[in-house]
């Protein structure tokens, strides 16, 4: 037999056999609309692992999540998914940032075990990030990290190397405060909602103009509109009235603030 028709009735046998594939995919998503994540939210995001075939066994996996870290903070409750198992479900090799402003969700690489292997696809790890001041960014997958073992079936104790594809950017925005429609300005729209607002004594929601999220649509509030005035991501969006660039303070809305200015600039009475 001639080596051609070897390798082609060793390719057709491999085919047969349903040889293991040699790609898994990671994608990263959120339950909670990190679109629009207030200062202060928490959110989950989760890693799955995909394209895993019915008869493969995942025995090393090694991927890590970068973002901006002095937006979302430092990653919380880091923990293993469900397809993990238990035994498998180490603590992750954990870092508090990869770069300056860089936070670093690392997932660890998985020892092989004799009767322990992922074997199925689903969530693969979870960890929370929590707004910690406004802006955007995307959180993603490092692609110098990503690697990923699956055993060989004629030889377990070689494991193939499988390509790991990695799902698009998670984009996030963290609400600049007063952009009270969440639309990256602070413009003529959220100087309306704030007027309209204003004066609210409790419950009152971000849309509502409670940049300061305590409840209420005060001067504090009113403040934080004025002061951030013509923000916008990218800059020059947003709906700027004519006052250009300052915000337009009706009667009612002045004299408000401005009695709300006056008590806190009020001195104490003097002796
Ligand atoms: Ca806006
Ligand atoms: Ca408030």
């Known amino acids: 037999m001639k080596r051609t028709t070897l390798l082609s009735a060793f390719t057709a046998s491999v085919l047969l056999a349903g040889w293991p594939c040699l790609a898994v995919t990671l994608s990263l998503s959120s339950a909670h609309d990190v679109s629009a994540l207030l200062m202060g939210d928490t959110a989950r995001i989760d890693v799955t692992l995909g394209e895993l075939g019915g008869e493969d066994e995942l025995v090393v996996l090694e991927a890590s999540a970068l973002f901006d870290g002095a937006i979302l903070g430092t990653p919380t409750a880091v923990a293993a998914g469900a397809i993990v198992p238990g035994s498998l479900a180490q603590p992750p090799d954990f870092a508090t940032f990869a770069a300056p402003g860089q936070a670093d969700a ?75 429609d969440t639309d990256k300005d602070v413009d003529y729209y959220d100087y309306v909602a704030v007027r309209d607002g204003f004066g609210t004594p409790a419950g009152a929601t971000w849309a509502q103009g409670d940049s300061d999220r305590d409840g209420d649509v005060d001067v504090y509030d009113y403040l934080a509109l004025k002061v951030n005035f013509g923000w916008a991501d990218p800059p020059g969006q947003g709906q700027i009235p004519p006052a250009q660039g300052t915000v337009p303070e009706p009667a009612t809305l002045s004299l408000l603030a401005l009695g709300g200015l006056a008590l806190i600039r009020r001195r104490p009475a003097g002796p």
């Open 106 to 180: 690392s997932f660890v690489t998985f020892h092989v075990s004799p009767i322990e292997h992922i074997i199925n696809t689903g969530v693969f790890y979870s960890f929370d990030v929590t707004a910690a001041q406004p802006g955007v960014g995307s959180v993603v997958l490092d692609g110098l990290t990503l690697h990923a073992e699956l055993v060989d079936p004629q030889n377990p104790f070689l494991p193939i190397i499988a390509n790991v594809t990695a799902g698009g950017p998670l984009d996030f925005y963290v609400p600049m405060y007063a952009d009270t």
